[in-house]
């Protein structure tokens, strides 16, 4: 069974409410139930963990490189304009990730335009809202399946 982290970053608690016409109706817990049940269609072991404090996100990842996990899916929210920690962070472990985020920060005010992370991740999937997720974590499972059958 493979093991993928799914990091949400600042503010994220707050889906579902928080500006809906931006990131729609859905709130997290229901986003990590909707992914759960897709990674456990695939026998993917499935871990989410959301914080509002870029310390607690750097700690997550570091701990991340010990616990098994292979790989990460991570929407790092406003962090991905400012964080070089997290950046450093995921440098650090050398585990594979993917950027997700629920709208399209090219498409949005020119300071979101910028990601401290996407050079660094395997891939990037934007504005599609709560299915950013699920499509980065389909493409977390073909990269699985690639490798196992090169």
């Known amino acids: 069974m493979v093991a993928v982290l799914v990091l949400h970053g600042p503010n994220l608690n707050l889906l579902g409410s928080r500006e809906p016409d931006i990131y729609g109706p859905a709130t997290l817990d229901q986003i990590n139930a909707q992914m759960a049940r897709f990674a456990a269609s695939y026998n993917v072991d499935l ?3 959301q914080s509002n404090a870029e310390h607690e996100l750097v700690d997550r990842i570091q701990q991340a490189a010990d616990d098994g996990t292979e790989w990460i899916l991570i929407n790092p929210a406003a962090f991905t304009h ?5 950046r450093d962070a995921l440098a650090a472990v050398s585990l594979p ?3 997700v985020h629920l709208s399209n920060p090219d498409s949005r005010e020119p300071f979101r335009h910028h990601s401290y992370l996407s050079d660094l991740a395997i891939g990037k999937i934007c504005g599609f809202g709560p299915d ?16 196992r059958n090169s």
């Open 47 to 49: 871990a989410c963990f």
């Open 82 to 86: 400012t964080s070089v920690a997290i």
């Open 97 to 99: 990730f993917v950027e």
């Open 132 to 147: 950013s997720y699920l499509l980065g974590l389909q493409a977390i499972i073909n990269k699985i399946d690639a490798s």
